[in-house]
């Protein structure tokens, strides 16, 4: 949040290119983003202008095609457990029970007693300590969700990436969904990259916004949210809030989409 | 309540539709002009599979077929399984294999009972054969299918949690595969009866199908009927089990996966 913070996530010119190195679909052109430790960053943008590209790229889901990313000054090669994510589609396995969806991150880690508990904590963090024993499809769209959150803390995890993850839920669940987010984040100091195409969404989450125009996605506008903190769902009628929200969507709509 | 009631009236329906053509066939046999070596009467049918109990032929002759059943699915199951996994799981491999296995797999199975002959004799490794060669394609392809409809998401998942490759088989892609893998055998343990009774009709001492084969040498139209009859009430049984087992064993799979 100020300059004390180290930088905690370097992209630095990453490029992509699916398909042909040279004719393919140009995803994203020299795209450059640095977070600070412990900040929550938003990356805003229209839908198919690589959002998704950008969070894979830097959970090593998927390779640059040319450029760097580095998570504490070390480059990432590929997927791995300093980095967190949470999908926007439901990525519970259907088989296991809340509990042990959780416990699945940490197989081999802990023996099953100490897994269990550890998921218990995890689970009375996101409000379903209660639904240890449930199987996800007895679960609503935001409480599979929560057990997704709670499977990526559980294992502690640098960074947190997040690629829509409300983007499914109804309007009130969703913002229930981001005080909770806000909450678990106010406790546990971590460093988030939160994807959205809502504005209100990163005006109400974020520290900074960072807006990307369509493809190839670059950086458009970037506004820092200086809103105070806590942030409660009232704070979403406030003056400040708005005046945020319509930098932004003013921006939006120069772009003429 | 209701439920019940349509779930009882449904069961009121399907009897009463057996025994509607139970009827019939009665009727005709009984009161027609047709030969009984050409339509035997169920009362016959009946007293020619008591028969046939009482002697205890019909009982070894069960269990002649289904240990060959047994051996000719298992054989062909443990080897479909680890080559359908494969291919689901690694785009090389069901690169060099789907092509070949999904032409095969059209070749009518029939036309390889003289091969099979030709190969493994007239003894039990020519049924054992016979049933690998009509289940063992079908059963790849089913498996490949199973393994390769993991969602990408969820393997996205264990590779974020660091799994290994191995790890993620184990964890992701099997358990998701396993309502799939089951369903594949279920349907494919029905046909390997199909192929075996062929393989018994031409060659075979003993068993349901070589039992057919005399019995129709003897006109014995009645024990030919008991004998159809009886191996579809043990497919028909067998069919039941397994998906009974498989709602128990995968009960998060019923009505869709996620
Ligand atoms: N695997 C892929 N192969 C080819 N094109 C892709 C692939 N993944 C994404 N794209 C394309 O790249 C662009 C950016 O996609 P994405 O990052 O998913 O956008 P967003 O998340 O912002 O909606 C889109 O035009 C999409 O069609
Ligand atoms: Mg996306």
């Known amino acids: ?257 | 309540m209701l439920r019940d009631l349509s779930a009882l009236k449904e069961n009121v329906v399907s009897l009463a539709s057996f025994v509607v053509i139970i009827v019939i066939w009665w009727v005709v046999a009984t009161f027609g002009s047709i030969p009984a070596f050409i339509l035997p009467s169920p009362v016959a049918v009946v007293s020619a599979t008591l028969e046939r109990a009482v002697d205890g032929l019909l009982w070894s002759d069960s269990l002649a077929s289904a240990s060959r059943v047994l051996i000719g699915f298992l054989i062909a199951a443990a080897t479909a399984l680890p080559l359908g996994i494969l291919m689901g799981a690694s785009p090389l491999a069901r690169a060099a294999a789907e092509p070949l296995i999904g032409f095969i797999r059209y070749m009518p199975v029939s036309a390889f009972l003289p091969l099979t002959l030709i190969w493994a004799g007239i003894e039990e490794a020519q049924k054992w054969l016979l049933i690998w060669i009509g289940t063992f394609f079908s059963q790849t392809m089913m498996f490949m299918d199973a393994v390769k409809r993991v969602p990408v998401d969820l393997l996205n998942v264990g590779h974020t949690l660091g799994f290994s490759k191995a790890k993620i088989l184990r964890r992701i892609i099997l358990p998701w595969a396993m309502p799939g893998i089951w369903d594949a055998l279920r349907i494919t343990l029905a046909w390997s009866w199909s192929w075996l009774i062929l393989a018994e009709l031409v060659a075979a001492g003993m068993g349901l199908g070589y039992r057919m084969s005399v019995d129709q040498r003897y006109l014995r139209t009645a024990e030919i009927f008991s004998a159809v009859i009886f191996i579809g009430l043990i497919g028909l049984a067998s069919d039941q089990m397994m998906k009974f087992a498989g709602r128990k064993l995968f009960s998060w799979a019923e009505g869709g996966k996620l």
């Not at chain 1, 699945?104 to 099953?112: N, T």
């Not at chain 1, 024993?133 to 559980?154: E, K």
């Not at chain 1, 993850?165 to 309007?171: H, R, T, W």
Request: hydrophobic share 45%; aromatic share 6%; with cysteine.
């Open chain 1, 1 to 257: 949040m100020n300059a004390a913070q180290p930088v905690k996530l370097v992209l630095d010119r990453v490029t992509k290119r699916f398909g042909d190195a040279t004719t393919g679909l140009l995803a994203l052109d020299k795209f450059d983003l640095s977070i600070d430790e412990n900040s929550f960053v938003a990356l805003v943008g229209p839908s198919g202008c690589g959002k998704s590209t950008a969070l894979n790229i830097v959970a090593g889901l998927e390779q640059a095609s040319s450029g760097i990313i580095m998570v504490d000054g070390r480059e990432v090669t590929g997927p791995g457990r300093d980095r967190g994510v949470v999908f926007q589609s439901y990525t519970l396995m259907p088989w296991l029970t809340v509990a042990e969806n959780v416990e699945f991150a940490l197989i081999d880690e802990f023996d099953k007693a100490r897994r269990r508990v550890i998921a218990l904590e995890h689970l009375q963090l996101v409000g379903l300590g209660d639904f240890a024993g449930h199987y996800p499809s007895q679960l609503s769209g935001g409480m599979r969700q929560r057990v997704a959150i709670a499977r990526s803390l559980s294992y502690r995890p640098k960074v947190l990436l997040m690629d829509e993850p409300f983007g499914a839920l109804d309007a009130m669940t969703r913002y229930q969904m981001q005080e909770l987010l806000l909450r678990i984040w106010d406790e546990h100091k971590l460093t988030v990259l939160f994807i959205t195409h809502d504005i209100e969404e990163a005006v109400f989450l974020a520290d900074r916004a960072i807006l990307m125009s369509a493809r190839p996605g670059r950086i458009k506008l970037e506004i820092a949210i200086d809103l105070p903190r806590p942030r409660g769902n009232e704070i979403r009628t406030s003056e400040h809030f708005q005046r945020l929200k319509r930098e932004l969507l003013s921006a939006v709509n120069a772009a003429g989409h």
